[in-house]
């Protein structure tokens, strides 16, 4: 078997070899005429001269030869809904949307905005966008209008593709409303709003000439026939805009052929998933981990993709491992929030199914810390799999590369560069760091197929933004601190403006959290700095403990808060002990799983929260509030 490290070195040594067989993993209209064109640094061109379509190679290569295998299950435990789609039917249902799309005015490099819930019709209008050459941007369903709004004047969609509600957690979350709010909002007006209506919202507002209806449009095209179009490598496919940035959001552009190539590789050699298998992310096609690994890198791979509209523990805490083992689930990827869910669950859940036909789990989303790791891979008896990752770059940057060599798991690390990056980590001053010493993640450019290749409209930005760490060399910057082990496994310690600057000591706000995770009472924390006159910045604990009859009494409170602070003196020494350990019951987060650290902080600081449309819980935050005024 080749040795990661050789292979991976090949591919930054070998750049145009090495990318050149992955390339055979998807199929061509029209070959590449060359690899890689680097001739405008940090901008790069791959595969560049080759014709290729994101749609052909998901659905219709495999609907030729296996028509009847199944593409697409979608399941919504929200209205008790199960339906399975072959490829086949797939392909019919895409063509049907390309061809509404089109009746719609639709055309090569218009945008499509898609504010969709979890449902097929949403995987139906992704890939149609892709079919036609239309660039799709998909917005977080249920995300305020005036985030919404802000989208839709950078993308300026003609046609936004949405639907009456959502489901969670049993109600109804009417979208409707908020996306005729958000066009009320945005200067740009799209000509056409097509909707999608499930009878969840009765009476959602309709208006005349600007909005219709799917299922009367679908009618007339049943039998549509609609052909890929070919794109060129480097024409975009679609626009994600990252979240939680302040100021303007930045779309994040993504090209055809690179994307299918590294989506391809990585579907290969990382998740090593194949044709016939099941792939089951429990993410959202709002997020970038719906793209590549709901849409198109199972499809792609052949395999069948689960799409999943619930949550984690309803109608009980079984409920993925009941799916894991009615569709012989073989893949697995979700987020190391829902595991740390999960944990707080009754453990017999993960012994009541049989999970035998589930290879690995993977993770990522935000930092796996150790004890989650250590847990998760004890009670499944599987390799637990971190991945690194960004929105920016499509697919992951660090992982265990087991379709290459099958190297071993450490706990809380995602372990090496994955192929095609060249991956390092920074000094302040761009050399490079030795083993165990942090720094700033980086990649040295080209960045590979697959990454982002400018932001939507604005070049200088794309080189501003991510570009600018170093006059010299030229470095794409992660904005995350990470260090290097003497093996060579990556640890990542948070956010580069995670950073708590405690008497002049800089403390990432990951480490003190992965101490406080140390004492065995706690089930997750989030730290952040709050502002100190004598020493700058604080640290300060807001912590979710196992058992909340060690906190039943004020005395136990403060017993255990003592504690975890000596748990942390223990561990990082007192320099990091944070000020205060408040307890809460549950911590607030994004739908997607993130942690939002900034609106805690801005809390404890006595600030306006910000944006809190993405927050899955708002009784986290009002918590918080209580515990900081001691009401």
Not at 86 to 105: C, H, N, P
Not at 130 to 140: P, T
Not at 425 to 453: A, Q
Not at 517 to 531: D, L, M, P, S, Y
Request: with cysteine; aromatic share 10%.
């Amino acid at each position: 078997m080749t040795k990661y490290a050789d292979f991976h070195r090949r591919s930054i040594e070998d750049r145009d070899g090495f990318w050149t067989e992955q390339a055979q993993l998807v199929d061509w209209q029209t070959p590449p005429q060359s690899v890689c064109d680097y001739s405008r640094p940090p901008f790069v061109k791959w595969f560049v001269g080759g014709k290729t379509n994101l749609c052909h190679n998901a659905v219709d290569r495999h609907a030729a030869k296996r028509p009847n295998d199944r593409a697409l299950i979608y399941i919504s435990t929200e209205t008790n809904e199960e339906k399975i789609y072959s490829f086949a039917e797939l392909k019919a249902e895409v063509m049907r949307m390309a061809a509404i799309m089109q009746s719609l005015g639709v055309k090569k490099g218009d945008r499509v905005l898609i504010y969709m819930p979890m449902i097929a019709e949403a995987t139906f209008a992704i890939l149609a966008c892709a079919r036609i050459g239309a660039i799709h941007s998909v917005v977080f369903g249920g995300f305020a209008s005036g985030s919404l709004a802000t989208r839709i004047d950078d993308a300026k969609p003609k046609l936004i593709v949405s639907s009456d509600a959502g489901m969670r957690g049993g109600k109804s979350v009417p979208y409707k409303h908020l996306l005729d709010e958000a066009i009320n909002l945005a200067q740009y007006k799209p000509e056409k709003v097509l909707m999608i209506d499930r009878g969840l919202d009765k009476g959602f507002n309709k208006v005349a000439g600007r909005d219709v209806d799917y299922a009367t449009l679908r009618a007339q095209h049943m039998n549509a026939d609609v052909p890929c179009e070919w794109m060129e490598s480097s024409e975009p496919s679609y626009i994600l805009y990252t979240s939680g940035t302040t100021g303007k959001p930045k779309g994040v552009q993504r090209d055809t052929g690179g994307y299918a190539v590294a989506l391809a590789a990585s579907m290969k050699h990382i998740y090593q998933g194949f044709a016939g298998e099941t792939y089951f992310a429990t993410s959202d096609i709002g997020w970038v981990v719906g793209h590549s690994y709901i849409i198109y890198g199972p499809l792609i791979a052949g395999m069948a993709t689960i799409m999943y509209e619930g949550t984690p523990i309803r109608p009980d805490a079984g409920i993925w491992w009941s799916i894991v083992e009615k569709y012989k689930v073989n893949v697995m990827f979700s987020a190391p929030t829902a595991i740390r869910v999960l944990k707080k669950q009754d453990p017999s859940y993960l012994k009541k199914y049989d999970l035998s036909s589930l290879k690995h789990l993977f993770l990522a989303g935000e930092p796996l810390d150790q004890p989650t790791h250590e847990w998760i891979m004890g009670e499944l008896k599987l390799p637990v799999i971190d991945n690194y990752w960004q929105t920016e770059t499509g697919w992951p940057m660090l992982s265990t590369v087991r379709g290459i060599e099958d190297t071993k798991i450490k706990f809380g690390t995602p372990s090496f560069p994955v192929f095609g990056y060249d991956l390092k980590i920074f000094r302040e001053d761009g050399t490079e760091c030795g083993p165990n010493e942090k720094g700033i993640v980086g990649v040295v450019p080209p960045l590979p197929p697959g990454c982002l290749t400018t932001v939507w409209g604005d070049d200088d930005r794309f080189v501003k933004t991510y570009f600018s760490l170093f006059k010299e060399p030229l470095v794409y910057s992660s904005f995350d601190w990470g260090i290097k082990d003497e093996e060579g496994y990556h640890f990542i310690l948070g956010r580069t403006d995670d950073v708590i600057n405690v008497a002049g000591h800089r403390l990432g706000t990951r480490e003190i959290e992965e101490a406080v995770q140390a004492h065995n009472a706690i089930a997750e924390v989030a730290v952040v700095g709050v502002n100190d006159q004598l020493k700058g910045q604080e640290p300060v604990a807001f912590a979710v403990v196992k058992d909340a009859a060690r906190i039943a009494t004020p005395e136990l409170r403060a017993a255990l808060e003592a504690e975890v602070k000596k748990t942390v003196d223990g561990i990082l020494g007192a320099i990091a002990r944070p000020k205060h350990v408040h307890f809460v019951t549950g911590l607030p987060k994004t739908r997607s799983g993130k942690m939002l650290r900034r609106s805690i902080q801005a809390l404890a600081e006595g600030r306006d929260p910000g944006d809190l449309t993405t927050l899955d819980d708002p009784t986290t935050l009002e918590q918080i509030r209580k515990v900081l005024t001691g009401s």
